[in-house]
Nanobody
Framework: EVQLVESGGGLVQAGGSLRLSCAAS????????IGWFRQAPGKEREGVSC??????????YYADSVKGRFTISSDNAKNTVYLQMDGLKPEDAAVYYC????????????????WGQGTQVTVSS
């Protein structure tokens, strides 16, 4: 059974930091791109960041809205991807999901194979 489990969400003041984790099981971790997505109330789910080719150094991608503030990384020994979020803004508040995709980070959201249950990030102003 494939599982993606997010953790690390919480309440933080604007300007603060959080580190989200996405622990994967049941997949060959190196084969998959892992993406982070978020969905705020009343808004569509959007892509935040993604890492692929983690077994060979990793390629990383970021939405323009988080470039320079968020950093994605992976620990292949732990089958875990992290999203370090610094300089958080109220507009970053959302439920954050990680998802796994066999064909790379540029696949449309709807083609991602596996999804986690999400973790809530709340940013107070």
């Amino acid at each position: 059974e494939v599982q993606l489990v997010e953790s690390g969400g919480g309440l933080v003041q604007a300007g603060g930091s959080l580190r989200l984790s996405c622990a994967a099981s049941g997949i060959t971790f190196d084969d998959y791109a892992i993406g982070w997505f978020r969905q705020a109330p009343g808004k569509e789910r959007e892509g935040v960041s993604c890492i692929s080719d983690s077994g060979t150094g990793g390629r990383t991608y970021y939405a323009d809205s988080v470039k320079g503030r968020f950093t994605i990384s992976s620990d292949n020994a732990k089958n875990t991807v992290y999203l370090q979020m610094d300089g958080l803004k109220p507009e970053d508040a959302a439920v954050y999901y990680c998802a796994a995709e066999l064909w790379g980070c540029h696949s449309p959201q709807g083609e991602y194979d596996y999804w986690g249950q999400g973790t809530q990030v709340t940013v107070s102003s």
